[in-house]
């Protein structure tokens, strides 16, 4: 049996037909090291034609863990200096006021404390945060309601008026007012009843700007 198959192929042709039938089961090619090039394109040449057709892709395997992270690399080197932005517009001009608008009023406070002294007057210092100009009237709110409507609480004065308002006043009477610039404040003065004993007075007081003048007629307008 052996001797009838070797007849028709020989010994070399024996081998092939073995090498290309293992590599058909084996579902590809396999190449021998022992076989001449043009044997080892005949083992593939069999081998393609006998090798069966590919079977269904398997299931997806499972995932597997995740990886532990790796090493933080290095940082990087420093990148150069940007461009100069654009310059941003200009903002508007701070306050320069310096004398209160027209029809504005401005408030403020006072408090004075002396002990008996030989002398019977006594000045409160009434200063203005900005000039007043021209130069208010100055009135007691006590003695002139018409001009000053408001309290020690909530000092008024109407355009053109200095309202003082006495919240206390021991032992004194106010007496006037004086003050080398009446624009910048003034001087409240005060006359103790009784030199023996401490003088005290505190208050508030209210300045208002006239209105302008209307320049055809010569008076005030409403503010």
């Known amino acids: 049996m052996i001797s009838r198959v070797r007849e028709p192929f020989g010994k070399a042709g024996l081998i092939v037909a073995v090498v290309a039938l293992v590599a058909a089961l084996?579902?590809?090619?396999?190449?021998?090291?022992?076989?001449?090039?043009?044997?080892?394109?005949?083992?593939e040449?069999?081998?393609k034609k006998y090798a069966g057709k590919p079977g269904p892709q398997g299931p997806e395997g499972q995932q597997g863990p995740k990886?532990?992270?790796?090493?933080?690399g290095d940082a990087g080197p420093k990148g150069g200096q940007g461009s100069q932005g654009i310059p941003?517009?200009?903002?508007?001009?701070?306050?320069?006021?310096?004398?209160?608008?027209?029809?504005?009023?401005?408030?403020?406070t006072f408090a004075y404390q002396a002990q008996n002294t030989d002398w019977p007057e006594h000045w409160v210092n009434v200063s203005?945060?900005?000039?007043?100009?021209p130069e208010p009237e100055f009135q007691l709110a006590e003695g002139a309601p018409e001009n000053c409507h408001g309290t020690a609480a909530k000092p008024?004065?109407?355009?053109?008026?200095?309202?003082?308002?006495?919240?206390?006043?021991?032992?004194?009477?106010?007496?006037?007012?004086a003050s080398p610039d009446h624009n910048a404040g003034a001087f409240l003065e005060l006359i103790a009843l009784d030199q023996t004993e401490p003088v005290k007075a505190t208050g508030s007081w209210a300045a208002t700007e006239r209105c302008p003048l209307d320049p055809e007629l010569g008076e005030e307008e409403e503010c």
């Open 26 to 43: 084996a579902g590809g090619a396999y190449a021998a090291g022992k076989l001449t090039s043009k044997q080892k394109k005949e083992v």
């Open 128 to 133: 203005f945060p900005l000039e007043v100009n």
């Open 45 to 47: 040449k069999i081998a």
């Open 156 to 177: 008024q004065a109407d355009p053109g008026y200095l309202c003082v308002y006495f919240k206390e006043l021991s032992n004194a009477i106010p007496a006037g007012i």
């Open 67 to 72: 990886g532990e992270p790796g090493a933080k």
């Open 88 to 108: 941003g517009a200009e903002g508007p001009a701070g306050p320069t006021e310096t004398e209160l608008p027209p029809g504005e009023t401005m408030t403020g």
